[in-house]
């Protein structure tokens, strides 16, 4: 038996005697009390409660293998693992492995946890067993790394929108990753691109989304921060299986006309008129929001009146409180 088993059976966050667990698993008691422990190792804390026995701290809803190869197109190549370090590490290994392009195949991998997530700029993931959304997308395209300017802000708009459908009020993208809702980041993106600058490169689309608020809590995390769960009933595999499909699409508004910047990006633009504060390593400059320019590079309005323009990259922007 694996961890995994146990974890299901726990997984509604009710209380399980030792002696149902034991029997349901069929082993013993005391190996169940190992088991427990093996959670806790995992960052999912387990509660005993006298007379009654044990429970998850929170419910968590396992991902469904089955209902994401439904969703999925026959060209996925789909990998769901209960823990990995990084699952746009994953998806870069198997895209180098392989020699099929896109469409013909595309590359998606899945985890309940992940031990090395990322954001951009290197930051640390916090990525609890279970709580949130670890994916990652990969295309092998023949198109170079040049094409793909402002493929992140496509990517956030996809996810907002997604977010919005459900009857969530104010989503916005933070340019030129983060998704926001009421001010609050629930989601990050990680666009990794392996290649050359003209005739082709493997793309990983790495996408993290907050769902649960409990898991979070005392994770030590700097900035503002919400969880799908505060805004509904949302579904890891749905949601996985709806960004495969917004995804697929994308790649093919790209492959045929270049297109990467999304239609309708101002109504989805968190920085758009406010005051922020633009960083580049030890340099700062401080203006009004402007938008973006045709490759999606950012837009200020320094406080002399010059409009300025910056990519990615290193940079980073934050609004003025």
Not at 11 to 17: L, Q, V
Not at 31 to 36: E, F, G, H, N, S
Not at 62 to 77: F, H, I, K, M, R
Not at 193 to 220: A, H, K, Q, R
């Amino acid at each position: 038996m694996n961890n995994t088993e146990l974890i299901r059976f726990l997984a509604d966050g009710e209380c399980h005697s030792g002696v149902e667990l034991a029997e349901m698993l069929g082993i013993s008691r005391a190996a169940i009390w190992k088991r427990l422990q093996k959670l806790e190792a995992l960052g999912l804390p387990v509660v005993s409660e006298q007379g009654r026995g044990y429970r998850l701290a929170y419910p968590i809803n396992l991902l469904d293998e089955v209902q994401l190869q439904c969703a999925l197109p026959e060209s996925a190549d789909l990998q769901l693992v209960a823990i990995t370090e990084s699952t746009n590490g994953d998806t870069l290994q198997a895209l180098k492995e392989s020699e099929q392009f896109w469409p013909e195949e595309i590359v998606v991998r899945l985890t309940e946890q992940q031990t090395a997530g990322r954001g951009r700029r290197g930051r640390r993931w916090q990525s609890p067993f279970g709580a949130n959304l670890y994916f990652s997308y990969g295309a092998k395209l023949a198109l170079g790394a040049a094409a793909l300017e402002g493929l992140s802000l496509a990517v956030g708009v996809l996810l907002a929108d997604l977010i919005r459908r459900q009857g969530v009020d104010d989503v916005k993208v933070k340019w030129p990753n983060d998704v926001y809702i009421q001010g609050k980041k629930v989601a990050g993106i990680l666009i990794e691109v392996d290649g050359d600058l003209t005739s082709f490169c493997n793309l990983v689309v790495g996408i993290g989304v907050n769902f649960s608020s409990v898991s979070l809590e005392g994770e030590g995390i700097d900035q503002l921060w919400t969880s799908l769960d505060q805004y509904g009933d949302f579904d890891r595999s749905q949601l996985a299986g709806e960004l495969v499909e917004g995804l697929e699409r994308l790649m093919g508004e790209l492959s045929h006309n270049g297109k990467t910047i999304p239609d309708g990006w101002q109504d989805f633009d968190y920085l758009y008129e406010k005051t922020v504060s633009v960083s580049m390593g030890s340099n700062r400059v401080s203006g009004i929001a402007k938008g973006i320019d045709l490759k999606g590079n950012f837009i200020l309005e320094c406080d002399n009146g010059e409009l300025k323009s910056f990519a990615g990259g290193e940079v980073s922007v934050r609004a003025s409180e």
